[in-house]
């Protein structure tokens, strides 16, 4: 019986386990958007968000705690057929997304199911993003959506009151 044991072992040792874990969250952090199964997803979930959390207080310690948990992968890109350094992984996270939550209390990522299977084994796709990527351009794109609202409405009733007019 395995009553009250935690965690999910996914055919992996424990070595394998906390390699897969740390990979997939550098990439999450890389991308901001990556690919993978549910169970893997609901696996790094709590890992990435600790780590957010530790880029929240931005102190050394929270960075060397990162780097010991994380380790701290370079962000590469090909140009022009050369590999080009655009930084480390925890330079990204305590940079970038740190402070983009700050005034948040948690919840930094979210899980989208996807319709598609793998096609090997039929495991369920999902999409584990972080949180508030494109928040900025929602919110703005809501406010000039109101306003346009509000011109329309202004123009209606301008037009009414024209249309009032020339009745009388």
């Not at 991308?31 to 790094?44: G, N, P, Q, W, Y």
């Not at 480390?88 to 598609?116: A, N, Q």
Request: hydrophobic fraction near 35%; charged fraction near 35%.
């Amino acid at each position: 019986m395995r009553h009250r044991v935690a965690g999910r072992r996914l055919s992996r040792t424990s070595e394998h386990r906390l390699a897969m874990r740390r990979n997939i969250v550098a990439s999450l952090f890389e991308h901001e958007t990556i690919s993978t199964t549910l169970e893997k997803a609901k696996d790094v979930k709590p890992f990435a968000e600790k780590l957010i959390t530790l880029a929240k207080k931005g102190t050394l310690a929270a960075r060397r705690r990162a780097i010991a948990l994380l380790g701290n992968r370079e962000i590469v890109s090909y140009e022009e057929n050369k590999l080009v350094r655009q930084g480390t992984v925890v330079g990204k996270l305590f940079s970038e997304l740190g402070p983009r939550y700050l005034d948040r209390p948690g919840g930094y990522t979210r899980i989208i199911h996807l319709s598609l299977r793998r096609l090997g084994d039929n495991g369920q796709l999902v999409l584990l993003q972080l949180v508030g990527k494109d928040e900025g351009l929602k919110k703005e794109s809501k406010s000039a959506a109101k306003k346009r609202s509000r011109k329309k409405t202004e123009e209606v009733s301008q037009a009414d009151s024209k249309i009032d007019e020339a009745d009388e």
